[in-house]
């Protein structure tokens, strides 16, 4: 169901959503599948669950939760695209059934694992450093990925849609149905977490080494 390889699964979603018009081939498509024809809706899937596949991993942390929430997201579509509005962004719209669906599977399972490629950007890359430093990172690593799985659901999902997915500050607040003020507030009181976490575990202590 999930074609292409791990890392690009993980590069996709990274630009902004598009406007919707009524070129959009993704509306196009839902208005055949409205007027009857349900075979469209395979080729809505294949020019979208990359993305949909993307977002829920850097949710999630996990593939095989990946995959449960990218089938649950387009079940929930299929079953709703009477409600629909057209002329609405339609990944917006589809982003905000997946982050619903992510929210149901945190809630269900516990605390997550932390997607490898947010402690990539937080901590660097290990091949270029010497044994004992890489040893150092993968310790700093650990703990990032702990003081990750702690932040609270609404700020975990609002980093990343703004700081991986690269959505603006507006089109989140439009998925998640807040205010962007709220987005803001989240992002920054995650940011602030992570940042302050980093630098206790860079900061040597008193008369030793970090």
Avoid at 125 to 138: I, M, N, P, W
């Amino acid at each position: 169901m999930f074609p292409g390889s791990e890392a690009a699964l993980m590069d996709e979603g990274i630009a902004s959503l598009p406007e919707a018009s009524a070129q959009d081939p993704l509306a196009q498509l839902v208005r055949r599948i409205r007027g009857g024809e349900a075979e469209a809706f395979e080729p809505l899937m294949a020019r979208t669950e990359a993305r949909i596949l993307a977002l829920a991993w850097r949710i999630l942390g996990d593939r095989h939760l990946a995959e449960d929430a990218a089938q649950e997201t387009f079940l929930r579509v299929f079953r709703s695209l009477h409600t629909y509005r057209l002329g609405e962004p339609f990944e917006a719209w589809m982003i905000r059934i997946a982050v619903n669906v992510c929210r149901d599977l945190a809630r269900k399972r516990g605390p997550l694992p932390v997607p490898l490629d947010l402690l990539d950007v937080l901590e660097g890359d290990a091949a270029s450093l010497g044994a004992e430093e890489a040893v150092l990172l993968q310790q700093r690593r650990a703990l990032v990925r702990q003081a990750l799985a702690g932040l609270p659901q609404a700020e975990r999902t609002a980093l990343v849609l703004r700081d991986l997915e690269g959505l603006s500050t507006e089109e989140v607040a439009r998925i998640l149905g807040v205010r962007p003020v709220t987005i803001r507030s989240q992002v920054a009181s995650a940011r602030t977490k992570l940042q302050a976490h980093c630098a206790r575990l860079t900061t040597p202590p008193q008369g030793g080494r970090p």
